[in-house]
């Protein structure tokens, strides 16, 4: 990286300008002559015969293709002509139909990738929570502490949204992080250690309920609220300063007599 020469100040940004050269008379160029356009079956000539010889396979001739044009084909269990046939028109540079083609590099075999396991569905969110239009705050944090064990014992923090609605209701949702562990180990065909399967630490719970619109709290909503109060805030807490508070909107009348109901 090449470092920009800093200044301190008194420097006179002119001083290395050099003097202006003399104007230079523009020359003419010679007009490029453009080079012909190769035909591009004069260019990929090829024949389902030939691929046939040389890669006898559906995986072999995949990985042509890929090499050659960059296109990631589906071959595997295909007609033998018609996989040729898709084959050469890719090479030739053909319309490929869509159902041929494919997502996986051709060179990364599935048995030589670690397994992952499938991400946990999260609960449906309850019917009782109010619509997103009626949410009255919000607040998020970063310091509520990890449900997965180990990394509870780390000292290891999770992300939590908390909102309140209009009717009282409050909920939570831990929104993250998700990580990945790995698990078991296992000697793969050249001889590396290498992790049987790969599970992930995912503390996402859905929006879940911690206080009910009546003011009642959850069983783990008594253990949240006792949490949020306990990080300070000032001469209160986050509890009462960011999660469940209240929002008192004032008109021009209601500021000159409070005491007028009909207002």
Known sequence: MNKQPTSNGDENIWDDVPPEAAPVQPVTKPTKLKKPEVPVAAERDFDIEGLMTDFPTAR??????YDETGIVLNLKGRANKLKYQVAM???????VDQ???????????K?????EEPMKTLPPRDTSIPGRDQLQNEF??????????????QGRKMHCTFKKYKNGMITYEVIGPIEPRPY?????????????????????TGE?????????????????????QTFRYNNTNQWVK??????????????????????
């Open 60 to 65: 072999d001739l995949e990985r042509f293709v």
């Open 208 to 228: 879940q309920i911690v206080q009910r619109s009546d003011g009642t709290l959850t069983p783990i909503g008594r253990r949240l609220k006792a949490m949020m």
């Open 242 to 263: 960011y999660v469940d508070r209240d929002f008192i909107s004032l008109d021009h009348k209601a500021a000159i007599n409070p005491w007028d109901l009909d207002s």
């Open 140 to 153: 998020f944090t970063a310091f509520v502490p990890h449900s997965d064990q180990e990394y509870h014992a």
């Open 184 to 204: 078991g180990e296992k000697i793969d065909k050249w001889g590396k250690v290498r992790p049987e399967i790969i599970r992930w630490v995912d503390p996402r």
């Open 89 to 95: 028109d890719a090479l030739n540079g053909a319309p």
């Open 111 to 115: 048995t030589d990738m670690v397994p």
């Open 99 to 109: 159902k041929y083609i494919g997502k996986d590099n051709p060179y990364l075999e």
